[in-house]
């Protein structure tokens, strides 16, 4: 997503939810009305953009939602695609923001992410993306041929995928350090969630012990999408969330989290 916009003194834009161009041939005083005749039908301004939200004073435009649905086509486990596709991008665009929002606020440190990494993440990814079925991704060939498909260049993809490490870091931190996983937790689940499935195989389960470590890890993670989608819905009630657009979504929705 590009860089949002702070929101100023920009009432006519907002008015009327557009960002506009003045023609290169509109009247320029002193102009004899004769050199302006051919260009009477070109007189009216170029709509360039549309702003569809503004998120405690950031602007949304409609340019950053179509290419949100472009970086869909990196998630690892696919996006849906249909007449939704809209208001998921924009609502992911908007739980971004919101906590892109945050990060500055509390002036967080520790969020950078090397090149190294990013590379790394993308390069595992590439191996498994479903979207890449119709290239070969695991080459160079192929991935920019992915990438051209979808309109996106590779700083595009390091630009947005270094983003999305940072946040992942930031709720890292911010939620899993004060989480802990208890031995019955870990007990209850290996006997609901692992043991029928091994029984419905027929086969031999092995140790709650031996598994403790990934189960710990799959509550962490419960707890963590828990504690997150009740944050956003927080900020999205506590701040102000304006769509201009109803086909991006309503305003101050807590209900509709994407992310």
Known sequence: MRRAFQFGVTAMVLASAVILRAPANAQVAGTPRASLNSADA???PIVLDRVVAIINGDVLLESDVQEEMHFAKLEPVG??????SLRRSARRLINRT?????????????????????E?????IRKSLPACKEHDCTTEAGWKAFLAANGLTQQDVLDHWRQRMQILRFIDIRFRAGIRISKQEIADYYQKSILPGYAHAKDKPPPVDTLAPRIQEVLLQQHVNGLLQDWMKTLRQEGSVQILDPAYGQSNSGDEDDE
Do not use: H
Request: negative net charge; hydrophobic residues 35%; without cysteine.
């Open 79 to 84: 996006v849906p695609a249909g007449s939704d």
């Open 120 to 124: 790394k993440q993308l390069d595992e």
């Open 98 to 118: 919101l906590i892109l929002q945050q990060i500055k606020e509390q002036q967080q440190t520790g969020m950078s992410v090397s090149d190294a990494d990013v």
């Open 42 to 44: 070109a007189a009216k």
